[in-house]
């Protein structure tokens, strides 16, 4: 945990929160490889950044792009779709189930992982008059991130799960909160350049490994 941070994988780096992160992160100074389907469609340019198209869920691209960094940053997401609201989701945990292992095969320890409110302990601290919506429109997507984290707590890895709550397209302020505390847990909204900017500040100074954070203006 000591180690100096100075390269990043970012998986999903090419949109929302992983592009945020990106984006931060070169500006404090990291070099960074971004990891996503479609890196290469990215508009940004950096002679710190290396983009990789690669599939998160295929163990020899994890491996491969894992090859000379110092910490992950996993940003997965779905689109809210049909699919979303009706089939399995199962990205997150069978992305983790990849990440995880090839993390301790190449002696990568420091993992930050997105999840959302709502995932992990803190659903059992939503209001009862949130749940019906909530559970209808995300309850797919969130159990898997259930998993997700659950996977992640059984690691060695020297983690820290991040869990926003609704997520706006605004400019960062840095005026966000920080919640570890079950009782301090509730909705609200905040940037994902905020959730960006608390990302690129924990991976480096390391003031919540192995919790879970909830964000929030």
């Known amino acids: 945990m000591e180690k100096t941070v100075k390269k990043l994988l970012i998986i999903g780096a090419s949109s929302g929160i992983g592009l945020w992160t990106v984006q931060k992160a070169l500006k ?13 469609k990215m508009r940004i340019r950096h002679d710190r950044l290396d983009k990789v198209n690669g599939n998160a869920l295929d163990a020899g691209n994890v491996a491969t792009a894992l090859k000379g960094c110092d910490a992950v940053i996993q940003t997965l997401g779905v689109a809210l779709n049909l699919k979303m609201l009706t089939g399995p989701v199962t990205l997150f945990s069978e992305a983790t189930k990849v990440l995880v292992p090839a993390m301790a095969e ?15 302990e803190s659903k059992h601290y939503m209001p009862l008059w949130e749940r019906p919506g909530f559970n209808m429109v995300f309850g797919r997507a969130y159990g898997d991130k259930d998993k997700q ?49 608390f990302i690129t500040k924990e991976i480096g100074g390391e003031s919540y490994v192995r919790e879970g954070v909830v964000l929030r203006r």
Not at 111 to 116: E, Q, S
């Open 106 to 120: 190449a002696s990568v320890n420091r993992l930050i992982a997105v999840t959302g409110y709502g995932a992990g």
């Open 149 to 197: 984290e659950d996977i992640i707590k059984a690691s060695q890895l020297d983690w820290t799960i991040v869990r926003p709550v609704v997520l706006v397209d605004a400019f960062g302020s840095g005026g966000y909160k920080e919640f570890t505390d079950p009782k301090q847990f509730r909705n609200g909204i905040i940037s994902r350049a905020d959730v960006a900017h």
């Open 28 to 40: 404090q100074g990291y070099a960074v490889r971004a990891f996503s389907r479609h890196a290469e």
